[in-house]
């Protein structure tokens, strides 16, 4: 069974800085690939970012390219989003993904889904 657990959610000011794990269990990883989206209240779910397990190719989407920074340990089984200068519109929940072929941004794709964890960005 693959069990997505996410931790590192957590209320913090404009301009700051987070880190999101997802650590992954009950699956072999070669091949998968790891997705980060997020939903806030009302809205849509929206990809964030996508990393190839084997080679670690990332993918952002316009909004975190250049702020957010996807990445995973091999040896650790876990995933993370490294998010810097957090604005009030990145309010949402964060969910990781895996998918075992590569799916991008496209969310239907990915077949194991998180808890997730509230990111809450306000002064």
């Known amino acids: 069974e693959v069990r997505l657990v996410e931790s590192g959610g957590g209320l913090v000011q404009p301009g700051g800085s987070l880190r999101l794990s997802c650590e992954a269990s009950?699956?072999?990883?070669?091949?998968?690939?790891m997705g980060w989206f997020r939903q806030a209240p009302g809205k849509e779910r929206e990809f964030v970012a996508a990393?190839?397990?084997?080679?670690?190719?990332?993918l952002y989407s316009i909004t975190a390219q250049g702020r957010f920074t996807i990445s995973r340990d091999k040896t650790k089984g876990t995933g993370y989003l490294q998010m810097n200068n957090l604005q009030p519109e990145d309010t949402a929940k964060y969910f990781c993904?895996?998918?075992?072929?590569?799916?991008?941004?496209?969310?239907?794709?990915?077949?194991?889904w998180g808890q997730g964890t509230q990111v809450t960005v306000s002064s």
């Open positions: 990393i190839m397990w084997d080679n670690g190719n990332p």
């Open positions: 009950g699956f072999t990883f070669s091949g998968y690939g």
């Open positions: 993904a895996s998918s075992p072929v590569w799916s991008g941004g496209y969310w239907r794709g990915y077949e194991s």
